[in-house]
């Protein structure tokens, strides 16, 4: 079960505030000792009883002079940075809950002029309120007007804007998540025919095929020309000599 939170206010009864001294004094100089010890660092700590001659203290009474002989070297300005008294720390609480009450009363104060404005709005009379309930009815009707305008401008503004092209709106969100769209691959050309050394040569290379002299034409042209009685033809002579070797 979880502990309900300790009013801090003083306590009145005598037996019960020696009680609460008693057990407080201890688990406060416990904890000074574990912060010495666990962080390394000089630390003391003096608690005097109202009913009490000698006060107690952490650590023992040599190294509790030697920890306040080295506090009251420091300069003043350093020993009196932090330093706070009852005084001023009652005038900072007054001060914090006076801040509190203003903030709550404002509060309470736009809560009950928001009723008012929606008892308006239902057909209540407001002859019978006073200047100060009025002017702040006028002030929340006003700034709600205000809001309601500057609403309805941005929307009109919004509306009025053409809608966002396909590729624009493609490329801009592309853009904003850090992708570009990169064109499809081309597949790769054919290999060239065996035989041809230059794809880009072929017509130039059947052009000059065609114009190379056939030599098995000659041949013919000119056995018809020879004599048919005589059929004994020297064909080392009239066919390339290619052919015989």
Known sequence: MARSKVRLSWIVNDSTRRATLKKRRKG???????????????????????????????????????????????????RTRKMINQESFLHQRVSKLVEQLRRLHRENQEIGITKLLFEGLRGRDFDDLCIEDASALTWMVETKLRMIYEKREEVSKRLAMPPPQ????????????GTQQTPPAQPPAPPPPTGWSNPVNHGQQAVEAVQQPNWVTDVMVNWSQQDSDNLLVDLTTTWPATLFH
């Not at 396909?166 to 998540?177: E, G, K, V």
């Open 166 to 177: 396909p590729q624009a709106a493609a490329a801009l969100a592309a853009t904003s998540t």
């Open 28 to 78: 406060l100089l416990k904890k000074v000792e574990e912060l010495s010890i666990l962080c390394g660092v000089d630390a003391c700590a003096v608690v005097y009883a109202p009913n009490e001659h000698q006060p107690q203290m952490w650590p023992p009474p040599p190294d509790t002079a030697r920890i306040m002989a080295r506090f009251r070297k420091l300069p003043e300005i350093e």
